[in-house]
């Protein structure tokens, strides 16, 4: 079954500590993106890679990182959670082809306290 | 990418057809539009796109209208399961990214 997996699905942790939330597809898409959701602020891109070792810059980026090693992963980085990161988040993926559709995981719920 | 308008909520009865309407009248020739919708948080999931002929797949059917300035998102049977926020987005084709606006929040009552 075509699918994004996101681990873990629920995490509270404490401010400062970091963190890796995991992403990966099984599709061959080379394109990958992070989300984040906050209520009243919509889904916002974060962080977006266009294939193994390229990755780029969002609308919200700060306080976050990302690599691509391989293709079919594409893990979140928080170095250094703060509150403020507390949120819904999204990894997708589409594939290389322009007007295709972008496949979303089941999501990530982040409480920093 | 073009900014997109849509009704807030709107309620749909089960069994009828649920019609969504989507504002966009500063779309460019080259940009496409899109559905997703978001049941209950989950992840988001594509419904259909199209630039300028209806189209209609196993889930819904869009209409756009001749001057591309709205479409409307058509679920034919509506069911308890479609209950979810419904996002129109306008893009352009070779744009990977998608911008969220607040979407139309479609409630289906039995």
């Known amino acids: 079954e075509a699918q994004v997996t996101q681990n873990p699905r629920y995490l509270i942790t404490v401010t400062g500590k970091k963190l890796t939330v995991t992403c990966s597809q099984n599709?061959?898409?080379?394109?990958m993106s992070w989300y984040r959701q906050d209520p009243g602020l919509g889904l916002r891109q974060i962080y977006y890679?266009?294939?193994?070792?390229?990755?780029d810059k969002g609308d919200v980026p700060e306080g976050y990182k990302v690599s691509r090693k391989e293709k079919r992963n594409f893990p979140l980085i928080l170095e250094s959670p703060s509150p403020n990161q507390t949120s819904l988040y999204f990894c997708?993926?589409?594939?290389?082809?322009?007007?295709?559709?972008?496949?979303f995981g089941q999501g990530t719920r982040l409480t920093v306290v | 990418d073009a900014k997109t308008t849509q009704p807030p909520s709107m309620d749909c009865a089960e069994g009828r057809a649920a019609n969504l309407p989507c504002n966009h009248s500063?779309?460019?020739?080259?940009?496409?539009v899109y559905w997703y919708r978001q049941i209950h948080s989950q992840g988001p999931q594509y419904i259909i796109h199209?630039?300028?002929n209806n189209e209609t797949n196993e889930m819904a059917s869009l209409i756009i209208t001749e001057d591309r300035k709205s479409s409307t998102l058509i679920l034919p049977h509506a069911t308890l399961r479609d209950t979810a926020v419904y996002y129109c987005?306008?893009?352009?084709?070779?744009?990977?990214?998608?911008?969220f606006g607040a979407g139309t929040t479609v409630t289906v009552r039995a």
């Open positions: 997708a993926s589409s594939s290389g082809v322009m007007n295709t559709e972008a496949f």
């Open positions: 199209g630039l300028k």
């Open positions: 599709m061959n898409h080379e394109y």
């Open positions: 890679s266009m294939n193994v070792e390229v990755t």
């Open positions: 987005i306008v893009r352009v084709g070779y744009d990977y990214k998608l911008s």
């Open positions: 500063t779309i460019s020739g080259n940009e496409y």
